[in-house]
Every structure is written in C-alpha cells, then in structure tokens.
C-alpha cells in the first residue's frame, strides 16, 4: 500500500505529517490515510509513529505515551518534518 511505502520511507529521527503523505501520494483522504496508519500490523518495519497531525501527536495504535517515547528516543522534534 502507498501509504505503508510511505512510512517506511521516513528516516530515523524525522516526522512528517498525514497530509504531507496524502500530497506525497496525491490523495486528499486523510481519514483514509489516517485509517491505514492506524492499521499498521508491523509497528516494527513501519514505523507509524513518525507520522504526526497537522496541530498535534495525531493517535497511536499502541497510545500516545508509547509514540512520544519512541519520538524522543529517536529526538524527532516536529520542527524536523519532512516529505
């Protein structure tokens, strides 16, 4: 899946957001996206914590204080977004 592709093309210790990858995949579903992210069976090999809301952490299949920790792990800041 596009979005799965996606993910696993952010680097350690960078984020990006579920619209940028909807732009990067050129779909305005963000639900949709937000949908596949949350169904992410391989936390390990996709690593859906890098990907952040807009104005926020976003969710996290396995809870916020788990992402958070994973982000700080990899000291990805949101000011280090990319796609």
Same mark, same amino acid.
């Given at each position: ?24 995949? =050129? &779909?305005? +579903?963000?639900?949709?996206? *937000? ?6 069976? !391989? ?11 807009? =104005? &926020?952490? +976003?969710?996290?299949?396995? *809870? ?6 994973? !982000? ?12």
């Amino acid at each position: 899946m596009q979005v799965w592709q996606s993910i696993r093309e952010i680097p350690y210790g960078k984020t990006t957001t579920y619209k940028k990858i909807g732009e990067k995949i =050129r &779909s305005k +579903g963000y639900q949709a996206i *937000g949908s596949a992210v949350g169904r992410n069976p !391989l936390a390990i090999i996709i690593p859906c914590h890098r990907v952040l809301g807009t =104005r &926020s952490l +976003g969710g996290y299949h396995y *809870g916020l204080m788990i992402k958070n920790f994973l !982000l700080k792990l990899e000291n990805a800041l949101p000011d280090t977004t990319i796609c």
